[in-house]
C-alpha cells in the first residue's frame, strides 16, 4: 500500500481515508504517494483547534512568539536538504533552485522574528488637557491560507510563520500536488516549541477550500493561485465577511531597448523564462524588443544560449530545469506552443518532445522560444505557465509600455537600458505592481511587500513584509483621561476639539 500523506491538526497527524488522490513524481511520471483530501468534518476540526489554541496564543507575549520563530528558522536550515528532497520528489524542482526557493521563505521567517518592533503601537502623550491617545496592533483570531502548488516551500512561508508571530493561529490548505511539504514545516514548527492547535494542515480540494472560505470562524484568507479561482476566492471570502488578499496570474514583459547590454540580456532571460520550468508568477514570458535590428540580435543570442540548456530530473544538480507538475499541464503548455504556430508566430526553438533518457515518462518540456508573437495571438493574451518564452517586436518603447499597460496582467515587469531616463521613465508610468530596471525578477524582499495590479491581485494589501503584518492586525486606538478629584466637569454638546 503506498504512503498516504494526512494532516496536521491540533499536533497531530490525521489520516482522513474517505477520499484520497494521487501524488505523481514528476521526474518519472509515476505515481509515488496518495494524499487524502479533507471531509467539511476534517477541516471544521482543524478550524476548531485553531479557534482553541487563539485565547492563550493572543496572550503570549510577542517577544515569546519571535523566540520560536528564531528557532524555526534554526530548525529550517538545519532541514535544508530534506526540505528540498520533498520539494523535488513531487514538484520536480532541480535541487539548486529548492535551495532558493526555501532561502526566499527562511527570509519571511526572519522578517517575523522582528515582531516586538513591527507591532509597536504609537503613543501620544496630552492630546488633550491630561488626555493620551495610543494604538496597538491586535490580532484577527483564526486565519487560513490557500498556496499553490508552484512554490510548496516558500508561499506557505510567506504567510502562517508572520500571521502566528502577530498572535493569530493559522489553517494552511496546501496545493493537493505536492503536499508533503507543508506537513513538514508544520511540524518543524512544532519542534520549535509551537504550542498544539496554532498552526494547522489540511490537504484537499475544493470542498476543503469552501469549507474555508465560509466557515464564520476564520477571519481572513490567503490566495496565491490563477487569476479564475483567485477572484472566486476573493468573492465568496469578502461575501462571507472575511479579509482577504489572493494574488493571481501574471504575463511578466521585459523591454529590451537597442542600447541594452545585450549578453546581459541573454543571460537573464534564459534564467527568468525558462528557470523553474517557467512555472512562476514572476517568470519572464515576453522579450519585447524595441526595432528588428536588436530583436533579431537578441533571439539569435537566446537560441544560441538554450543550446547548452538541460531538462530532467530533479536529482540531477547540473539539470537546468526540471518536469512540469502534471502530464495535464504539460499538455496544456504544447497547447499555446501549438496555437503560437498555428496564429502565425514562428517557432525557433520547439521543446516539445525533449530527450530525457531514462525518463521517458516524466512530464517534461524543453526550453521554447516563439519570435514575432502579436498581441491577438492566444499564446500573447494567456498565461502559459510554462518554459516558453515569446517575443514581440515593436518600433518604440512607447509602443512597447502601452503593449504592457493595456495587459489584463500588471504582476511584475522589466526594462533592459543604459538610459537612466528612460528607466526612469518607464518606472513612473508602466502600471505593473512590482518592476525591475536591468533586473529580471524583481521579487520584493521580505521586508516590502509582494504584489502585482490590475487582475493580478485583488484585495488592498499585498503579501509578507508591512503590508502582511497590517493584514494579519486589526489597529486599535485608545484614547484615555484621568481627570483629577478637584476637576469636575459639567455636560459638553459641542464637538470635542483640543482649542
Known sequence: ???????????????????????????????????????????????????????????????????????????????????????????????????????????????????????????????????????????????????PFNFPAMVPLWMFPLAIVCGNTFVLKPSERDPSVGLFLAQLLQQAGLPDGVLNVVNGDKEAVDTLLTDERVQAISFVGSTPIAKYIYSTATAHGKRCQALGGAKNHAIVMPDADLDNVVNSLLGAAFGSSGERCMALSVAVAVGDEIADRMVAGIKEGMKNMKVGPFSDASNHFGPLITAAHKAKVEGYIASAAEQGATIVVDGRNPSVPGYENGFYLGGTLIDRVTPEMTSYQEEIFGPVLQVVRVKTMQEAMDLINKHIYGNGTCIYTRDGEAARYFADNILVGMVGINIPLPVPVAYHSFGGWKQSSFGDLGAYGRDGARFYTRRKTITQRWPTSEVREGAVFSMPTLG
Open 1 to 147: 500500500m503506498s504512503q498516504i500523506v494526512g494532516h496536521f491538526i491540533n499536533g497531530k497527524i490525521i489520516e482522513d481515508k474517505a477520499r484520497t488522490q494521487d501524488v505523481y513524481n514528476p521526474s518519472t511520471g509515476e505515481v509515488s504517494k496518495q494524499v487524502s483530501l479533507a471531509s467539511k468534518a476534517t477541516v471544521e476540526e482543524a478550524i476548531a483547534a485553531a479557534q482553541a489554541a487563539f485565547p492563550a496564543w493572543r496572550q503570549t507575549p510577542v517577544m515569546k512568539r519571535a523566540r520560536v520563530m528564531f528557532k524555526y528558522k534554526e530548525l529550517l536550515e538545519q532541514n535544508r536538504d530534506k526540505i528540498c528532497e520533498l520539494i523535488g520528489s513531487e514538484h520536480g524542482k532541480i535541487s539548486h533552485d529548492a535551495a532558493g526557493e526555501l532561502q526566499r521563505g527562511i527570509e519571511n521567517v526572519e522578517y517575523a522574528c522582528g515582531a516586538p518592533e513591527f507591532l509597536k503601537g504609537d503613543f501620544s502623550k496630552n492630546v488633550g488637557p491630561d488626555i493620551d491617545s495610543w494604538c496597538d496592533f491586535q490580532p484577527l483570531g483564526v486565519v487560513a491560507g490557500i498556496t
